[in-house]
């Protein structure tokens, strides 16, 4: 019989999202360092791969207004993390940082920096932008197509890695106090998005090559993940569809050469612990209502009717009133329900009406999911099932509070994961990163034994 395939947890840091109860008793601030190590200490106690924080170019707007969720503001994601480095031992570090406002040199550089503070625990979640609104935050402003954005994500992955590489493992020589300069090659790269020559100013770091995160879902997101991801975070989570999306990106990588084994798909979840099912279900309605509050029903559905609706009782009937197809958009550095929304608001009246839901009901079940809802052995049976059954290689556990929204996870999943024989007991010892979650060496040192 082969051995059972390895769980493979991540944490995402509860931020300015949707699933994160602001409300909560014990809900503690965003910005304070002592939420932040809090986090990434449980996460370690958990053994997990690493800790996953968002970034925000920009404070998101609802009719000229700054979102509720976004007040307190979005503190920077690497100065966080290389904080992190000093209170942490064994977790991976993983940040998002876009492709689109930044610059190869300067991010290489600073990503090379956090994986030598970290001994090789530094992970890039590679995002773009194709959006006007945050790029009004930058000298270039958001000028890029939406194909575009993957054609600069590519190349810039790609000239990071040039740079990375540009230093020879060996090249610093004497204690790590001198270079050996014939060891370094300068980077003399001319592409149509960028040029850059000169000398890298950091030596190699211990992975080589930060790991390469990868959340887009449009057909250039996979192909871009397929070429150059070593993770994905996924959006898939109901389980057909998570095995769906599973072979789709395994055929993909088959057809740029690559093997399944250099990547793993870690789809978002979120849980509910209960000590019965029942119990759980009701902890995961509760949840789920406070997480769409009246104030935050309105704002979701502006979004799709792009209609003031503020005047709506929101344990009343959905508006009468169709969406405004042609108006400027009232919510900006949000996603907008762009697709044929017609047929989506459609779909809702369907819903509200056979099911008697209130706008705030309807926004509700449309745009919450309990996720793993259960008993502890119920959720950890799941997880094994995704990952045996090749729906997923684990998952980017979602907590609904801070900084403790993890903690229960820990203390009563974990163990039953261990039990299974499907989930680390202990770090390997100066692991980096990609040790740790049981990839290869960079995709550079691949193409170079396979050329």
Do not use: C
Request: no cysteine; net charge negative; aromatic share 8%.
């Amino acid at each position: 019989m082969s051995a059972k395939r390895q769980v493979h947890l991540a944490a995402h840091f509860p931020g300015v999202n949707n699933t994160t109860i602001w409300s909560d008793d014990r809900a503690e601030s965003q910005i304070a360092f002592s939420s932040f190590e809090h986090f990434a200490r449980n996460a370690e106690r958990g053994f997990f791969d690493y800790l996953f924080l968002a970034e925000g170019l920009r404070l998101r707007e609802q009719k000229g207004r700054i979102h509720d969720l976004d007040v307190v503001g979005r503190p920077n994601t690497l100065a966080i993390l290389a904080a992190l480095a000093g209170v942490t031992d064994h977790i991976g570090l993983v940040g998002t940082l876009q492709t689109t406002f930044n610059e190869p040199l300067e991010l290489a550089k600073q990503l090379a920096t956090l994986d030598h503070l970290t001994d090789g625990r530094a992970g890039w979640n590679v995002v773009t932008s194709s959006d006007a609104f945050h790029g009004a935050n930058f000298r270039r402003g958001g000028f890029l197509d939406h194909a575009d954005r993957y054609t600069r994500a590519a190349e810039f992955i790609e000239l990071s890695r040039e740079l990375w590489d540009s230093w020879e493992s060996d090249a610093v020589v004497a204690s790590d106090v001198f270079a050996d300069r014939s060891r370094i090659r300068d980077v003399d790269h001319h592409g149509p998005q960028f040029d850059v020559t000169g000398t890298f100013p950091v030596p190699r770091s211990p992975q080589g090559h930060p790991v390469v995160v990868q959340a887009g879902d449009s057909d250039e997101g996979r192909d871009l993940a397929a070429r150059h991801a070593e993770v994905i975070f996924s959006l898939h989570t109901e389980f057909e569809d998570a095995q769906t999306y599973y072979r789709d990106i395994t055929e993909r990588l088959e057809r740029v050469g690559r093997s399944k084994d250099e990547l793993h798909i870690l789809p978002g979840a979120t849980f509910t612990i209960g000590d019965t099912p029942a119990d759980a279900e009701e902890r995961s309605r509760a949840i789920r209502r406070a997480q769409v509050s009246p104030a935050t029903a309105i704002a979701f559905l502006e979004q799709v009717w792009n209609r003031d609706l503020s005047s709506y009782d929101v344990d009343g009937p959905l508006p009468e009133v169709d969406p405004d197809y042609e108006g400027a958009a009232i919510t900006r550095g949000r996603a907008r329900h762009t697709r044929d929304v017609p047929a989506l608001v459609q779909s809702w009246r369907d819903l509200a009406e056979a099911e008697h839901l209130s706008i705030r009901d309807l926004v509700i079940q449309v745009s919450t999911r309990g996720g793993f809802v259960g008993t502890p052995e119920h959720i950890a049976a799941e997880i094994d099932r995704y990952v045996q059954e090749r729906a997923t290689d684990g998952f980017v556990v979602v907590p609904h509070t801070n900084p403790y929204g993890l903690d229960e996870f820990v203390d009563t999943v974990v163990p039953l994961l261990q039990e299974r024989g499907v989930y680390r007991d202990s770090y390997d010892e100066g692991a980096t990163l990609r040790e740790t979650l049981g990839l290869p060496g960079t995709i550079t040192q691949r193409q170079a034994v396979s050329a």
